[in-house]
């Protein structure tokens, strides 16, 4: 798994405990998981379908810096399939793991359509 988003746990993302806030990790996951989506499929109308259980570990505090890796684990005809690990950058403790994101090729009606993906692609290989 490659993890390449970091993010800083500043004051504003802490929760009454002094630690990170659920939702924002949350939304950080969601965040990448569909810019991932969206690079892979080749098409910016892509929704979150799916998230399976959140396994929270640990809990970051204000400072740390913690980095999210995505990999894609199954391509579905309309879909895409991935898993989220999270972990502290510097200590490398384990912070959340989610088994499984879906994500959603749509059209231009708004109705899911075939993407015709079937693994992992990079920018750098569709350049000519």
Known sequence: MNFHTRKWVKPE???PN??????????W???EAVIYAIV???NHRVVTKLISEINFISAPKQGDIIELGIEATHFGKSSLTMRCEVRNKLTREPVLKIDQLVFVNLGENGKPTP???TKITYVKDRLD
Not at 18 to 27: A, C, D, E, P, Q
């Open 13 to 15: 993302d802490l929760n």
């Open 18 to 27: 002094n630690s990170l806030f659920g939702g924002s990790l949350l939304r």
């Open 29 to 31: 996951i969601d965040e």
């Open 40 to 42: 892979q499929l080749e």
């Open 115 to 117: 993407h015709g993906k």
